[in-house]
């Protein structure tokens, strides 16, 4: 019996990282991020999901450095990655390339659906199409009359053809009424019936600048438009759904200026289908040569040393992230011990019962304080009725009855009028004051 081929954990992780590497070429994916770490390393590790699964995800420093959009928890965002396996985990992840925010996923995927539902009713069949007139005396323009397309368009018809007029329906061609304005210039332009082709366009931008150009109602307006529509938005790169329901699309403002005016030279027409030519052959060999070229690539990609160095980086990470969580998780108990000890010290420290002798003696030294007062308040009270029996028996009471005492000049209270004779002299004493007198007579009783 020949021997079976056993595998080793490390080498079948390694085989299927390089299986789905090759398998599955990049892919963009849109998901709400979750437990999002940034590394020391420069790197980033998330979660992507949805309300019934997630995937890990890791974002290295070379591909997350150039990126201007930082992830944050709760985030809704679309990523390019490619499907990998992190080998010591044997874990299934994505290595995302780039990243943004879903707002402008969304609109790809606005615009994707829209594209789809008009194809669908027929809007881009080429049998529906127009053909651009062969004598053109008056272009119609509907792009802002500031732009540079509009500069363009008209340096262009200057050169190749001088002789046709340009009609210009002014129109903003960005923001929020953008693509009201185009639809009411384009009808505007079809009830004056005064230009034999219309060009509709702008200059480049992002998805949201060239946004009003993907409106559903101008689409459906430029494909029932009766007069022969070129559509010219943005650069070469660019398109929008106008570009697919116009009878032409050209590739920039300039572009459609050449494609209405008159070509006078047989020279530059053989030129164009020399370029044509060339460029199909070109084309059709690189369709040949693309698979091959993308097997090899992808598969350099895989055995490249990076992948393996990536690998070595995200177990360093990890390691790291863990060390840092294990310091915590040994601080955080160390800190709950001493709190321990510290509570337990407390209860049977003295300082605790000298706290409470303390607050006992408080409380006998206010009682005594009380005992006191109360004590001090009943003797007022006693001595304030023992002075009112005194007064009343006091000989000042007497005196403030309008009775007065007399002395005689020893001093001595005369009580009885025997005790003096005319010409001594007395001392009167009053309830308040006293002053002295002689005696002239003495009366009897």
């Known amino acids: 019996m020949q021997n079976p081929d056993i595998y080793t954990v490390s080498r079948l992780n390694s085989e299927v990282r390089l299986t789905l590497e090759l398998q599955f070429q990049t892919l963009w994916l849109q998901g709400e991020v979750s437990n999002f770490v940034a590394a020391a390393s420069g790197h980033w590790y998330f979660s992507l999901k949805d309300s019934a699964a997630q995937v890990k995800c890791a974002m290295f420093k070379m591909a997350n450095r150039s990126s201007t959009?930082?992830?944050q928890n709760g985030q809704q965002v679309l990523i390019r990655a490619r499907i990998s396996v992190y080998e010591p985990r044997g874990e299934y992840q994505l290595l995302a390339e780039f990243i943004e925010s879903a707002g402008a996923g969304l609109l790809k995927q606005q615009f994707e659906q829209l594209k789809a539902k008009l194809q669908a009713e027929g809007l881009f069949d080429p049998a529906i199409k127009k053909s651009l007139p062969a004598q053109v005396q008056r272009v119609g323009v509907i792009t802002s009359p500031t732009g540079a397309a509009v500069r363009d368009i008209v340096t262009v018809l200057k050169r190749r053809a001088p002789g046709i007029e340009v009609i210009i329906y002014p129109s903003q061609v960005q923001g929020d009424s953008a693509a009201a304005q185009?639809?009411?210039?384009?009808?505007t332009a079809i009830r004056r019936k005064e230009v034999d082709v219309l060009i509709i366009g702008r200059g480049g931008g992002s998805l949201e600048d060239l946004w009003c150009f993907n409106d559903e109602q101008l689409?459906?307006?430029v494909a029932a438009c009766p007069i022969p529509i070129v559509s010219a938005v943005g650069h070469e790169i660019d398109f929008a759904l106008t570009d697919f329901v116009a009878d032409v699309r050209a590739p920039t403002p300039s572009a459609a200026a050449e494609l209405v005016s008159p070509d006078q030279s047989h020279l530059l027409e053989r030129i164009s289908r020399l370029r044509s030519a060339l460029i199909q052959a070109q084309r059709a060999r690189m369709q040949q040569v693309a698979p091959k070229l993308i097997n090899l690539n992808q598969r350099l990609i895989a055995l490249h040393p990076k992948r393996r160095l990536e690998q070595q980086q995200q177990r360093l990470d990890e390691l790291q992230l863990r060390l840092t969580a294990s310091i915590k998780r040994n601080v955080l108990s160390a800190q709950q011990q001493q709190q321990y000890l510290d509570k337990s010290l407390r209860q049977l420290s003295p300082?605790?019962?000298?706290?409470?002798?303390?607050?006992?003696?408080n409380q006998l030294e206010q009682r005594v304080k009380q005992a006191q007062q109360q004590q001090l308040k009943q003797h007022k009270q006693r001595l304030a009725q023992l002075g009112s029996q005194l007064n009343t028996v006091s000989p000042l009471a007497t005196l403030a009855r309008g009775y007065s005492i007399t002395f005689d000049e020893k001093q001595q209270v005369v009580t009885n009028s025997s005790q003096l004779k005319a010409g001594d002299k007395v001392a009167i004493k009053l309830a308040e004051g006293r002053f002295d007198a002689q005696v002239t007579k003495l009366n009897e009783v």
């Not at 185009?182 to 009808?187: A, K, Q, W």
């Not at 300082?351 to 003696?361: A, F, G, S």
């Open 182 to 187: 185009l639809r009411n210039m384009l009808s």
């Open 219 to 221: 689409c459906r307006a």
């Open 351 to 361: 300082v605790k019962m000298l706290t409470q002798q303390k607050q006992h003696i």
């Open 69 to 71: 959009f930082r992830p």
